[in-house]
């Protein structure tokens, strides 16, 4: 377990799927910080014949608040989360109407 010290901060996201697929497969995140934007697409697929954490992870650096997060579903339903803060773990539910 790598447990060095850091100042850096990081959020992780899960997601979970009512319209598109439970687990948010395809699902594309663009999450917006002083320093830039940055973005992710939830997917297992990483290699042959093995799986990666279906989590997406962005790193920080020494940023403490996202700005705006993005959630664009397979179903086509949009989210978004303004003033986010970092160092988390968060579920993110798809939204039941096509655009929040």
């Known amino acids: 377990m790598n447990e060095t010290a850091t100042s850096n901060h990081w959020i992780s996201f899960n997601f979970l799927g009512v319209k598109s697929n439970r687990d ?3 699902a594309r995140v663009k999450i917006f910080t002083v320093a830039g934007p940055q973005y992710a697409t939830v997917t297992t ?3 042959y014949q093995s799986p990666s954490d279906r989590h997406v992870h962005f790193g920080l650096g020494a ?3 996202i700005k705006e997060v993005q959630v664009y579903w397979p179903s086509g339903t949009v989210q978004t989360f303004q003033n986010v803060k970092a160092d988390q773990f968060l579920t993110i539910k798809e939204a039941s109407s ?3």
Do not use: Q, Y
Request: hydrophobic share 35%; proline share 8%.
């Open 45 to 47: 697929a990483s290699s």
């Open 24 to 26: 948010g497969i395809g």
């Open 98 to 100: 096509p655009a929040n």
């Open 63 to 65: 940023e403490t608040l």
